[in-house]
């Protein structure tokens, strides 16, 4: 009976995991199309891709791949089949989304925007939840703020992620201005979206955590 209530967990686990990443992928394109600007790790990314002289896809993989090196260092246990999911798909989930909104909506009112990154961020919350509490891995990103948290006990989840969002946010930022000397173009990756995801991402996936994707695993608080 425990084997198969095993086998069984795992493969909520498992579900979870590859869920949660999927509809991930799904809600940053619903966030890329309603043009708020991007989430704070996008901004960082933006910033960096502005002062190193490499096309965006390498560089995209190489801040990944030190994050993993990080997460390889300092607890390994966060890295697993959702990570390496992120690392390969989410892109591509992420551009098919934002290009299938672009096609059936060519130019989407103010209303219609808000509404895409309303619910780019609350179902990316659930989406991330999902896969970080099924415990298959996480986004390098992800695992950073998580080791921070609960490994070396910085305070709670929601804060410290919260703390690394506006470190991204700032560096990415300084990083647009340095590299291009306009205030537009740090316009065009920092918006009212991006302000969202780095005070509110943290606090919402903590609450679905609580809510949603430890119930479904039959874990208490």
């Keep these: 009976m425990k084997i198969l209530d095993g086998i069984k967990s795992q493969r909520k686990r498992i579900f979870m995991s590859l869920f949660g990443v999927l509809i991930s992928g799904v809600c940053v394109g619903f966030m890329k199309a309603a043009a708020f600007g991007v989430d704070p790790f996008q901004v960082l990314v933006s910033g960096l891709d502005r002062t190193i002289p490499i096309d965006f ?11 993993l090196l990080f997460s390889l260092i300092a607890d390994r246990r966060n890295i697993g089949i959702a990570t390496f999911i992120n690392l390969f798909l989410l892109g591509y ?66 804060y410290v992620r919260i703390c690394t969002d506006l470190v991204c946010v700032l560096v990415g930022g300084l990083l647009i ?45």
Excluded: Q
């Design 93 to 158: 989930v992420v551009d098919f989304t934002k290009g299938t909104l672009d096609s059936l909506f060519p130019a989407p009112g103010l209303a219609l925007r808000i509404g895409f990154l309303a619910f780019g961020i609350v179902v990316l919350c659930i989406g991330s939840s999902l896969y970080m509490t099924a415990h298959l891995g996480v986004s390098t990103y992800d695992a950073v703020a998580i080791v921070m948290s609960k490994k070396w006990k910085w305070g709670k989840f929601k």
């Design 57 to 67: 896809g390498t560089l995209y993989v190489i801040v990944n791949a030190v994050m």
């Design 177 to 221: 201005y340095l590299g291009s000397g306009s205030v537009s173009e740090i316009a065009a990756s920092i918006g009212v979206g991006t302000i969202v995801t780095a005070f509110f991402m943290g606090p919402l996936i903590e609450y679905f955590n609580e809510k949603i994707a430890r119930p479904m695993l039959g874990e208490t608080t």
